[in-house]
């Protein structure tokens, strides 16, 4: 039985968790872009004119049904572009998409695999979220197997993917009170709407349509203000 006063998860591995995690004051919020499920054409240059707007942590790599070798070619240029600008590029879903292209982390739904799991195939250094939704148990359950970080949503409505749970922004409150583990708030989140998880102690806000939407560059600087 975890006891809801004490932290159960430890210590964070090192490595690169490092560029997520807020010092012991937890320190200012901030920009986790998710790509749009196309990022062929001029997604490229989207992405650089996006991460040299502002200070972007980290970068996850999102398509659905494309085998992983079409994957693969399609996240290549991506993660270089990361790489060359120091910011985290994290595989959604596919461990072993992760473990193809040697990218910086993984992230899983409930449905995709474990962070034992993960962290068995991609070693001590790779940053590994999990999304808990608006569960407090799931989070306590992916801290204790490993995870770097967890990520709750949607907090507001969101046609990037069909969501069923709505957690208040609270919960980031709580997880922020009792454990050093990152957390992550993701779903319909904007510039404009920003602010009540920046206040509720989100270390990260996950964002895609609010930037590829429109002008990204433009966008990542209003996110920079919005979480100031």
Known sequence: MIDDMQDPLGPLDPGFAQRFERDERRG????????PLDVTGGFADRLARALDAGPVAAFQFRVKDVDQHAAAKLA?????????????????????LAKRLGADGVHLGQSDGDAREARDVLGPNAQIGVTCHDSRHLAMEAGEAGADYVAFGAFYPTT?????????????????????????????????NAKPLVVAGADFLAVSNAVWGGDEAAAVRAFANAMS
């Not at 200012?28 to 790509?35: E, K, M, R, W």
């Not at 290549?76 to 072993?96: G, H, K, M, T, Y």
């Not at 709505?166 to 404009?192: H, K």
């Open 76 to 96: 290549e240029p991506l993660q270089r572009i990361c790489a060359d600008r120091d910011v985290a590029f994290i595989v959604n879903d596919s461990i072993s």
């Open 28 to 35: 200012p919020c901030q920009l986790y872009l998710i790509s």
């Open 160 to 192: 990037t993917k069909t969501t069923r749970h709505v957690p208040e922004p609270s919960i980031l409150s709580w997880w922020g009170a009792l454990f050093e583990i990152p957390c992550v708030a993701i779903g319909g989140i904007t510039p404009a």
